[in-house]
């Protein structure tokens, strides 16, 4: 039976072409679907992009295992540090406290502007300083007033007023010496500046 518009030679129109026409074999059918899967050049792109695609995809999968085991270890490295921070202060507090609970204590002194050209004496040690007497070795008697000689000063307390003036020919030191029965060896305490 024939459709309408099929002239009986070839496929008829609107069939899937499968058929054999007249004259041929099946092997020319198979001819045709290996032509059709032939290599073409015009591929070779496409599958060069899949291939790239895919070894950036593992190397990205590697990457990111070892940026895991790495942090991983910045965080295990991070807590060792703060222990051993932690362990290292308490170990200089702890040396701190033995350090001044072991060492005898010690007078120790300053020297404070007042006014004008006068001065005071202070012990800002934690023990009593007996004997305390403070010199210029190197400047004219007449220019100073009321040094401490022979004085005794509790933690905290200061001498009364006493007078360094200089002069042209010579200038207030840079310092004073201090003495007393607790030191060995005199001491230097600088003077601060006037005004």
């Keep these: 039976m024939l459709r309408a518009g099929h002239t009986g030679t070839g496929p008829p129109q609107g069939s899937s072409g499968d058929r054999v026409p007249r004259g041929q074999s099946a092997d020319v059918r198979c001819l045709r679907h290996t032509r059709s899967m032939e290599w073409r050049w015009g591929d070779v792109p496409a599958w060069v992009a899949i291939a790239i695609s895919i070894a950036a995809g593992l190397r990205a999968c590697w990457a990111g295992k070892r940026a895991r085991e790495a942090m991983a270890g910045t965080a295990s490295l991070e807590v060792s540090l703060q222990r051993i921070g932690d362990i290292m202060q308490k170990g200089q507090s702890l040396r701190a406290h033995a350090d001044v609970s072991s ?43 009321a040094l401490p000689d022979d004085v005794e000063l509790p933690p905290l307390a200061s001498t009364a007023l006493f007078v360094i003036r200089g002069s042209w020919g010579d200038p207030v030191p840079g310092d004073v010496t201090v003495e007393c029965d607790q030191l060995a060896e005199p001491v230097r305490v600088p003077l601060p500046p006037r005004g």
């Design 103 to 145: 060492a005898p204590s010690k007078p120790a002194f300053t020297v404070e502007f007042v006014s004008g050209h006068s001065y005071r004496l202070r012990n800002v040690g934690d023990v009593l300083a007996t004997g305390v007497t403070l010199n210029l070795p190197d400047f004219p008697a007449g220019s100073t007033r």
